[in-house]
């Protein structure tokens, strides 16, 4: 024990392979985009009898682009500085009497699109954790107000009683009783190797156990549905309820179960804050800064752990894993969160979406830990709680000093200030009960927050729809760092989208909210360099922020003006012949393969690379431009906030494309039309390029410009499939391709009139 006590409860990898690797391939490329837009400027300083006002316009375009993607590239090199991977030793950990208490999180807001039972599922994996059940307290936040949600929780809790103690009992693996009913017969869910073999000797009675179990579950998914289907009368009213808190505590002793395995249970905490019309309500960053204030009066543990309602806890040893970060005395002081990865249930082999977000939590996090940590990534985090409620990261204990400045900051509530004394536990369920609870009442009311500091210097930040990236950057700001936890076992399982419209639906949220950060007055690329742990993390911050807007811009401008130069006869790159050819093919494959090699080194396949690929020219044309119009709309006031959460609720037909690997194109018109223009655009543009070269042998003049609609052409052919081939409901309706055609030429004629 003593020997072991002395061992590091976690350990840090310097990934130094790859930081060669990244080092020295940022060295030649930068040099070689250095040749390149040196290139390109010179166009503007030397005289030029070819030169017109058209082509002058062109080459300017083109300039501007490249000098957005050459600075957007730099800016992404941040995450390829100084990878570092993590192990943690959980075993190491002080007896359970010395763990600290968390808080978990989990936030629903609308039971349509996220059936209760999945909810549920994830409020019993939590409660089901691998962790002193006194010290896990489970809240869930309700922000639709709905009666079948309140009603699930009462279920949940009483199949809970059965539920937790033969996940202990049997030492499961997968938490989540629908994961683990549903699971494959040779899934290692069940406790990884060894408990399968233990698995084979169990005796008649605990295998009866767990039939037992799975009937209850059975009985409990009936009733949660039946609630379901009769009339929910508040669902309508998820923009207008009063607050309900409710403990849930089912008493009825029908089953016979013991009474010290009901003792065993975790706090279980129902909470639908207030929303009135009248008041912004901040999607999820207002809900979560309602959980904050009332678990701080209810059980004030020092540790929260965030979770979607999607995200299921897969590993129950993630707060252990956690805690070997935040109990070790060198870091605990300035760290502020363990953010676990989002990994999913449901993606396909050929993911081809890029669903699982790939380049994220694969490789982006493991950069970012290395520079001072990750941001906040929405789901799967542990957080300490303190700093989420102190200004700056010295100001580790809360000044006893000035009563009404605390309120100013923190609300008009005695009981909830005393809470941010960290040693403040209340004892809420013995003597003070009902007081507790009206407090809570109160501070889940939508008045709350008038004249506060919530959600600007306090609690998670409001201000952007990513609540999560905006909340990390402002910790960092303080001083706080983070770390990236990512074990071979996924700790949490959530569901990914899997249909284009959900996928760029939610892709616009993100740039929306990444947007609003950019250009807010915490724009990271000028408010972070002084700030955060190191200049490399601020700039990872501001690649984050910047880069819908460096990518549509530029990829838009990639896709029309070579293609309607090329129409018009103008060469916009070196020729075949010229030295530059090489710096600008250079360039290409460089960027490309160097894309391929982070691919194939996490794991995965050239398919996957292709995918990312499209993906990546998809949402730049389509998502990152309206979530940055939709990020500048709202700055001058022209629309308001919205966060619509994504659809959780799989379209069968739509699933089954998704896992064959092909398009479904059963999206919004404003979503298909553009990319459908580009690619017609650029066919045609294509073709004329192959006649100029056959009959005009302009082969060394145009070479990249018909290489670049070759390109498109060739990454996007599921969108030329879509409109040309297909005759399933999932291709591109003929009516959106006609229109699609008309917009094209549009597109050409504009371009005649400018260019020629
Ligand atoms: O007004 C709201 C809106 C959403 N949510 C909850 O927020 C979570 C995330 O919403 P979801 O629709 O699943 O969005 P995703 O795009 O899947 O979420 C990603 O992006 C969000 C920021 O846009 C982050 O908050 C998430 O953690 C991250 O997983 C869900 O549990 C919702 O119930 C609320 O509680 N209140
Ligand atoms: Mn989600």
């Known amino acids: ?49 070819t030169k017109t006002k058209a082509t002058t316009l062109a080459w300017l375009l083109v300039f501007v682009s490249e000098i957005f993607l050459s ?56 409660m089901a954790m691998d962790y002193p059940p006194e010290k896990l307290h489970v809240y869930l936040s309700d922000d639709g107000g709905a009666a079948v949600t309140l009603k699930g929780m009462r279920e949940a809790w009483r199949f809970a009683k059965w539920w937790l103690p033969f996940c202990r009992r049997y030492g499961i693996k997968c938490r989540a009783p629908e994961a683990y009913f549903s699971a494959e017969e040779e899934d290692a869910d069940f406790g990884g190797s060894e408990f399968i073999e233990e698995r084979e000797d169990i005796k008649l009675p605990e295998l009866m156990g767990e039939i037992w179990v799975q009937e209850k579950y059975e009985v409990f998914k009936k009733r949660v549905r039946e609630r ?83 995200m299921h806890c897969h590993d129950p040893s993630s707060a252990r894993q956690a805690m070997c970060f935040h109990l070790d005395p060198k870091i605990s002081p300035s760290l502020a969160l363990v953010q676990f990865p989002q990994k999913f249930h449901n993606i396909s082999n050929n993911d081809i979406y890029d669903s699982q977000l790939r380049s994220a939590f694969w490789l ?33 204990e809360f000044p006893d000093g000035d009563p009404m400045k605390l309120r100013q900051s923190f609300g008009p509530s005695n009981e909830f200030i005393k809470s941010l004394h960290q040693n403040n536990k209340p004892d809420m369920l013995i003597h003070r009960k009902n007081a507790l609870l009206n407090e809570a009442q109160l501070l889940a009311s939508c008045a709350f927050e008038n004249g506060t500091e919530w959600g600007e210097e306090v609690g998670f930040m409001y201000g952007s729809v990513a609540e999560d990236y905006f909340t990390g950057f402002r910790l960092h700001c303080k001083g706080w760092i983070s770390v990236y936890c990512n074990p071979p076992r996924p700790q949490f399982l959530g569901s990914g989208t899997t249909n284009l419209d959900d996928f760029l639906v939610q892709g ?13 007055k915490f724009c990271p690329l000028i408010y972070g360099p002084l700030k955060t742990y190191t200049f490399v993390q601020s700039m990872c911050y501001a690649e984050l922020a910047l880069f819908p807007i460096f990518y549509f811009l530029p990829l838009w401008c990639f896709a029309t003006i070579p293609q309607l130069c090329l129409l018009n006869g103008i060469p916009l790159y070196p020729e075949f012949s010229n030295s530059y050819f090489i710096v600008f093919s250079f360039v290409f494959l460089s960027s490309i393969s160097k894309h391929l090699y982070e691919v194939l080194s996490t794991g995965f396949t050239f398919r996957h690379w292709i995918n990312e690929q499209r ?38 037909e739509q699933l089954k494309r998704y896992n064959m690997g092909v398009f479904d194109f059963q999206t919004s018109i404003l979503f298909l039309a553009p990319m ?25 003049k145009f070479f990249i410009q018909v290489f670049i609609p070759f390109y498109v052409i060739l990454m996007n052919y599921p969108i030329v499939e879509g409109m040309l081939i297909r005759k399933d409901s999932g291709r591109i309706p003929p009516s959106v391709t006609l229109l699609s055609a008309i917009v094209s030429l549009i597109f050409y004629f504009l371009g005649c009139i400018i260019f020629m």
């Open 228 to 310: 379901a289907t009769v009339g929910d009368t508040r669902s309508g009213l998820s923009r207008d309820h009063p607050a309900v808190i409710e403990v849930i505590q089912e008493t009825s002793s029908d089953d016979a179960i013991q009474e010290n395995e009901t003792k065993s249970m975790p706090l279980l905490v129902y909470v639908s804050r207030e929303k009135r019309h009248s008041h912004p309500h901040h999607f999820k960053a207002g809900a979560l800064n309602v959980l904050l204030r009332v678990s701080g009066v209810i059980s004030n543990s020092p540790y929260i752990l965030g979770l979607d309602c999607d």
């Open 676 to 700: 459908a223009a580009l690619v017609i655009l650029n066919i045609a543009s294509f073709a004329v390029g192959i006649s100029r070269v056959i009959f005009l042998g302009e082969l060394d």
């Open 364 to 396: 982006l996090w493991q950069g970012f830990d290395g520079v001072g940590g990750p941001c906040v990534s929405g789901t799967g985090y542990y957080i300490k709680r303190l700093s989420l409620c102190s200004n700056s990261i010295h100001e580790v």
């Open 508 to 520: 616009t949220r993100w740039t929306s909210g990444l947007v609003d950060v950019a250009i807010s």
């Open 71 to 126: 600075f957007e590239w730099l800016l992404s090199q941040s995450f390829r500085w100084r990878p570092v991977s993590r192990t943690a030793f959980p075993e190491r950990l002080p007896g359970d009497d010395k763990l600290p208490a968390v808080d978990v999180f989990i936030c629903t807001a609308n039971p349509e699109k996220e059936p209760t039972v999945g909810v549920m599922n994830t409020v019993l994996s939590a």
């Open 615 to 652: 993906i990546w020219m998809m949402k730049s044309i389509t998502s990152r431009l309206y979530g940055s119009v939709d990020a500048l709309m709202k700055k001058i006031g022209m629309r308001e906030a919205s966060f619509f959460p994504t659809n959780k609720v799989d379209d069968a």
């Open 1 to 49: 024990m003593e020997s072991s006590s002395k061992l590091p409860l976690h350990l840090c990898h310097v990934h130094k392979l790859s930081i060669f690797i990244n080092r020295t391939h940022i060295f030649f490329h930068s040099i070689a985009l250095v040749f390149l837009l040196y290139y390109r400027a010179s166009f503007f300083f030397f005289q030029d009898t």
